[in-house]
């Protein structure tokens, strides 16, 4: 079954403090892995992608996230968090169902950056 | 280039009412995508539509909604009968790319929602 899991409902960071948000996935073949980011009352916008090539994806904002197959594991990073960081992060990856691709997402994981 | 564009922002329906959602996907794109999230979770797919089709519904209630796109105009999600457990977050995005290609699906583009309260 295709899946992504965030095992995490929400994460607290001190600003400047380096932050992480998980991501796990389940898909069958090699997979196509995402991250998008929403703010309050504004829709979903998209911040990285892992397609293939180098493990350690770089996005906007100064966003990153690492690849890694053995773990199935696609974690989202930043060096140093902001307060306007804070906001609803959803992985997702590309799935094939009904004769297309689809993309899943997780259920969303909310950063809190407090000052 | 306007992104995706859906209105109204928030809709308050009565129980039993009517809602219609409109989305306006970005321009060059002919596929669109409708999800819903309700509170504290995680975005659910609902319904595929490119132009004048209905591709893939397979998330959608079986009773009470129904999507289009028209060959003119934006696409339609409509739920008939509202009911409190309706109340949620709707989502559209769009994407240039047909998702049966080998790079097709893999960046949607999303409008900021539609915000249904049922009361």
């Known amino acids: 079954a295709q899946s992504v899991a965030q095992p995490e409902d929400q994460v607290n960071v001190a600003e400047g403090n380096p932050l992480t948000v998980k991501c796990t996935y389940s898909?069958?073949?090699?997979?196509?892995l995402f991250w998008y980011v929403q703010y309050p009352n504004r829709g979903l916008q998209f911040l990285l992608k892992?397609?293939?090539?180098?493990?350690l994806v770089k996005g906007s904002y100064g966003f990153e996230a690492e690849f890694n197959k053995s773990q199935t594991s696609f974690h989202l990073k930043k060096p140093s968090a902001l307060v306007s960081d804070s906001a609803l992060y959803f992985c997702?990856?590309?799935?094939?169902?009904?004769?297309?691709?689809?993309?899943?997402f997780g259920a969303g994981t909310r950063l809190a950056v407090h000052p | 280039n306007a992104g995706v564009m859906q209105n109204p922002r928030h809709l308050v329906r009565r129980r039993g009412q009517e809602a219609r959602l409109r989305c306006s996907p970005m321009?060059?794109?002919?596929?669109v995508y409708w999800y819903r999230q309700l509170p504290e979770e995680g975005l659910k797919f609902m319904v595929y539509?490119?132009?004048?089709?209905?591709?893939?519904e397979s998330g959608m209630p079986k009773e009470r909604f129904s999507a289009e796109f028209p060959k003119e105009g934006p696409s339609i999600l409509r739920i008939q009968q509202v009911v409190r457990g309706d109340s949620a977050a709707y989502f559209c995005?769009?994407?240039?790319?047909?998702?049966?290609?080998?790079?097709?699906?893999?960046?949607?583009?999303f409008g900021a929602g539609t915000r249904l309260s049922v009361l």
């Open positions: 898909v069958s073949g090699n997979p196509y």
């Open positions: 539509l490119q132009k004048e089709n209905i591709i893939d």
């Open positions: 995005a769009s994407s240039p790319l047909a998702p049966i290609s080998p790079e097709g699906g893999n960046i949607q583009y």
């Open positions: 321009k060059g794109h002919s596929h």
């Open positions: 892992y397609i293939t090539g180098d493990n």
């Open positions: 997702a990856v590309r799935g094939f169902s009904g004769g297309y691709n689809k993309l899943i």
